[in-house]
């Protein structure tokens, strides 16, 4: 009988794969990075407890091209400052991909709130736009001009914070307690330029990024970096305290409670 390809894998294909994984050469993007100041209680209010807001008021957004072979990704997301008991770092609001690979090992891994959208990374000469969009709508575009190239940071590690957790069955809250994941990223830089230019912010309802507007622009850079990232369990949350928040993960919060249609299945 010829394989059945919904079939069980063996031990040793299964090895296979977990070893492929672990020897994936350095991947390096092409990326703009915006940083700018938003308004304090407009940050505060899109942090899900136990997160705290940072010192400042910052708003990042990422926008990036990986130039995998035969697999072009474009890769982004808007984050905000926060902290978590004393650890730093940024809660990841909208994570766009361009292809669902991208998306699907993040979300159900980690829990990152990834979603399928257009990524934009343009640069002609000088000029650089960059942009993230989602249903036809550019909520976050990038636009300047290069202004000279910048000091190589050292390899930095840096901190996001994820929910990960399970809509219920029923309906009604989630299938256990949900769980913050620190998500650990080790960045290398090999090439880093300053850009002058502006941040666009467009309404959008269905990625509210321009409730975070821009009070300060602090920095605007384009550069190629590549990383690594490891995920922890921080703590197990409070459902409760989360459910308020649940949103933020959907284009329309009632899917989570659509079941198919009757004999559909």
């Known amino acids: 009988m010829a394989r059945v ?8 294909e299964i090895q296979a794969a977990r070893t492929a994984s672990a020897k994936l050469p350095d991947i390096w993007s092409t990326g703009v990075v915006a940083v700018w100041e938003s308004d304090p209680d407009a940050v505060a209010a899109v942090l899900p407890p ?3 807001p940072a010192e400042r008021p910052l708003v990042r957004a ?3 091209k990986v130039d995998l072979p035969g697999y072009p990704l474009g890769a982004g997301s808007v984050a905000v400052a926060a902290v978590h008991y004393g650890q730093e770092g ?3 609001l909208v994570m766009p991909m361009t292809h669902e690979r991208a998306l699907i090992g993040g979300r159900e891994v980690f829990g990152e709130p990834k979603k399928l959208g257009e990524v934009d990374v343009e640069r002609d000469g000088l000029v650089v736009r960059a942009s993230l969009a989602r249903h036809g709508i550019a909520f976050v575009e990038v636009r300047g001009a290069v202004d000279g190239p910048l000091p190589l940071p050292e ?3 840096k901190t996001d914070f994820y929910f990960k957790f399970l809509p219920a069955v029923d309906g009604a809250g989630f299938d256990a307690d949900p769980v913050l994941v620190h998500c650990v990223r080790n ?5 880093l330029e300053k850009i002058t230019g502006d941040v666009v912010l467009r309404e959008s309802m269905y990625d509210p990024v321009a409730d975070l507007p821009v009070r300060r622009l602090v920095e605007i850079t384009i550069g190629e970096k590549t990383t690594d990232q490891k995920g922890t369990v921080a703590e197990r949350v409070s459902a409760q305290a989360l459910l308020p928040y649940i949103h933020q993960r959907y284009d329309d919060p009632q899917q989570i409670l659509d079941g198919p ?3 559909s299945v």
């Open 90 to 92: 940024w809660y990841p």
């Open 155 to 157: 390899p930095t590690r």
């Open 50 to 52: 136990p997160l705290k």
């Open 62 to 64: 990422n926008i990036s």
């Open 5 to 12: 390809r919904y079939g069980a894998r063996t031990e040793a």
């Open 187 to 191: 960045e290398k830089v090999r090439k």
């Open 261 to 263: 249609p009757e004999g």
